[in-house]
């Protein structure tokens, strides 16, 4: 048994520069319009592009009282993201900001009597300096001495920070019980394994869980750390149900295809020794979520139409804690659920992707109809609910003409009277942003109808002859949506203001079309997908829209594939942009840290599908491709691994076709580093302009 009791007298840390509140201006509702108008509008510049905030985390105190929300934004001292913590009064309308360095894999999490607000954050466990990169910035330092492992406890009446070290390794998870007196603590702990000659074998993880009593002294508070378990799994999410004295528990697990998914456990605090699975469907399941009354646990599934691990689509299921009984959430519908929230009267709001929109719905039951509020077009991303009927509904929107913001509904009937809480991103609503519209083509493939997102230059909306940029999304279950959410693979909004005409097409495999249109692509993904795309751009041209003689494509993850697989299609491309891309599906196979794509979109292995991998691989249709192609790629990817990129460039280099790679060594599948992800679209965007519009000006 480990145990600490440890005295801490008020030397706590006191942060008194950041627990200040935050005076607002006036904002207004979210259906105001903007009152400047285009022409006075400046231009939006590539720095200003990518200084946005966005919103990671959103939860109401129990008692309604408080929001707290997460914040993601460029650092204004590193390369790197900073991330902030903040609680808004809904009552006086301040914000205090409680940290500026969140540790954001760790969700923070409000005490029952909504008192205190426990959270991780990284400058309390790691040495800043210019190699030891903090939190999600990068790797860690080994040495004991840089790190002081442990939690924050924020006190809403004292606006002080306790800090509560613990041994072994960072929280990953933090929780409370069902009083305001322990904390339950879970790390993730890798273990190496030795083999009997001494040799290091594969590393293997497992989940400590304490817990941590608190109580109070005159000297200070007092706190003892407990042992509970040691779990032998890899925990990723954990929920404490209060009604049933139990943990539930979301585990990563390796299925016999090798495969990567989410099961769900439970754990007895009655009796710790027994852990009992829950789900056995090698499905991907997350998101956990108590409902109102504490009996049932909300999480989301992506999951297939016919069980045999094709198409997917996230849907929310429930789980009777008692019975263990699961259920589909709601009528069976082809939503794409990105977030949701339990009601405070029962039943949930969620918000659903269909085609480019992502919407409020609600369903009362778990037979329930699902139902569509009536909102602003545009992408609500995120959502809370609360008993306070000043701000009963708190959710984060964005469309392509607003920047993202965090909302204040009273319910949800009044989502689009709803009143603007932050104003984090006010500089987009100053700037002269392209306008979008949603364009309809039939493909060649089976003449189905595909759609994607227009995004016109600045003031030359529904122009003709424009140069085009095809911006393929990731993937593939993705979509492009009506957002503004600025990243490596999601900058179609600034190469607009560029200029260029971006074509963000929904290709077949696409989320938020329903199962057939998603299950579409399996089989021959490149194929099919790509076919859908070079289909619109087709009718771009037969439409006068582009100027057939300014022709350019992109994208990232699985945007990158498509776009090599299309420039061996098509020698109409004047330039090619390349990001993390494969170009041999049978050595991506063996080398990826997620080859479910395969075991999904290909339905079987390399020896099994010679013909298919061979047919779904550019390297084999190499010799075709006469487009200069600009590539990038980050030494670190574990998803599409690096010598994918410098394959394609040593055989575009052999075959004289012009290319430029550009590598970042500190760099995963997504970059970490703000000036990284400036570096390269600029590269890319000097590429464009120098091979398809013939200039050499700076970006």
């Known amino acids: 048994m480990l145990l600490f009791s440890i005295v801490v007298y008020f030397t706590i840390i006191i942060n008194a520069l950041l627990c200040i509140p935050i005076e607002q201006d006036s904002m207004p509702s979210i259906d105001e319009s903007i009152a400047s108008t285009s022409e006075t509008k400046q231009k939006l510049t590539l720095d200003e592009f990518f200084d946005y905030t966005t919103f990671l985390h959103m939860s109401f105190s129990p008692n309604g009282q408080y929001l707290l929300y997460a914040t993601k934004r460029p650092s204004p001292v590193t390369e790197y993201h900073a991330y902030g913590l903040w609680l808004y009064n809904i009552q006086t309308m301040e914000t205090t900001q409680i940290t500026k360095y969140l540790e954001p894999n760790v969700n923070p999490q409000w005490s029952p009597s909504s008192n205190f607000i426990t959270y991780v954050s990284y400058d309390k466990y790691v040495s800043h300096t210019a190699n030891n990169l903090p939190g999600a910035f990068g790797s860690r330092a080994n040495s004991p001495d840089q790190f002081k492992h442990g939690f924050s406890v924020y006190s809403i009446e004292l606006r002080i920070i306790i800090f509560i070290p613990v041994a072994y390794s960072i929280p990953t998870i933090v929780t409370w019980s069902q009083n305001a007196s322990t904390i339950y603590v879970l790390q993730n702990i890798e273990l190496n394994r030795a083999n009997l000659k001494g040799e290091l074998k594969q590393s293997d993880k497992e989940s400590k869980l304490y817990s941590v009593r608190l109580s109070g002294t005159n000297g200070g508070i007092t706190y003892t750390i407990n042992i509970l378990q040691t779990i032998p799994l890899h925990v990723r999410e954990l929920l404490f149900v209060p009604s049933e004295d139990k943990f539930i528990f979301i585990s990563k697990e390796l299925t016999n295809k090798n495969v990567e998914t989410n099961e769900i456990y439970s754990l007895d605090l009655k009796d710790n020794s027994i852990i009992n699975r829950l789900t056995n469907d090698e499905d991907d399941d997350r998101m956990l979520q108590l409902s109102s009354d504490g009996k049932t646990v909300f999480f989301t599934v992506n999951i297939d139409q016919n069980d045999d691990n094709d198409a997917v689509i996230q849907e929310l299921y429930a789980l009777h804690v008692k019975n263990g009984t699961i259920r589909r959430v709601g009528k069976k519908s082809e939503l794409h659920i990105i977030d949701y929230t339990a009601k405070v009267d029962g039943g949930v709001y969620v918000l659903g992707q269909w085609r480019t929109q992502i ?341």
């Not at 279950?477 to 200029?499: N, R």
């Not at 691994?641 to 997504?670: D, K």
């Open 359 to 699: 919407q409020v719905y609600s369903v009362q039951s778990i037979d329930g109809e699902w139902v569509r509020h009536d909102g602003i077009p545009g992408s609500y991303t995120s959502v809370a609910s609360s008993s306070n009927p000043n701000c009963a509904l708190a959710f984060v929107y964005s469309s392509s003409q607003r920047p993202m913001e965090i909302y204040c509904a009273q319910d949800v009937k009044n989502l689009v009277s709803a009143r603007q809480i932050t104003n984090e991103n006010k500089l987009f609503t100053e700037r002269h942003l392209p306008e979008t519209i949603v364009y309809n083509w039939t493909s060649k493939n089976d003449g189905k109808t595909i759609e994607g997102i227009l995004h016109y230059p600045p003031g030359q909306f529904q122009s003709k002859n424009l140069p085009l940029l095809i911006l393929i999304h990731g993937g593939p279950l993705d979509a492009s949506v009506d957002k503004i959410e600025p990243f490596q693979s999601h900058w179609a909004l600034f190469a607009a203001t560029e200029g260029w005409l971006v074509f963000e097409p929904n290709y077949r495999g696409s989320s938020g079309y329903g199962y057939d249109f998603t299950g579409g692509m399996i089989g021959r993904p490149h194929h099919v997908a790509g076919t859908d795309i070079l289909s619109g751009m087709d009718q771009l041209i037969a439409d006068g829209i582009v100027d057939p003689s300014r022709l350019a494509v992109g994208g990232c993850s699985f945007g990158g594939p498509l776009t090599n697989w299309l420039i061996t299609q098509r020698n109409d491309f004047k330039a090619a942009l390349s990001c993390s891309g494969i170009v041999d599906q049978a050595t991506d196979w063996g080398y990826t840290d997620d080859p479910t794509f395969y075991s999904t979109y290909f339905n079987g292995t390399p020896w099994e599908l010679a013909s298919t991998y061979q047919n779904e691989s550019p390297l084999y249709q190499l010799n075709k491709i006469r487009t200069p192609t600009h590539i990038s790629t980050g030494a670190l990817d574990k998803r599409v691994p690096a010598f994918q990129s410098y394959i394609l460039e040593r055989g575009l280099r052999t075959l004289g076709v012009p290319v430029q790679l550009l590598t970042f060594p500190n760099e995963g599948h997504s970059y970490y580093s703000v000036e990284n992800i400036k570096k390269q679209i600029r590269d890319e965007l000097k590429w464009l302009n120098k091979f398809v519009l013939q200039l050499e000006d700076e970006i």
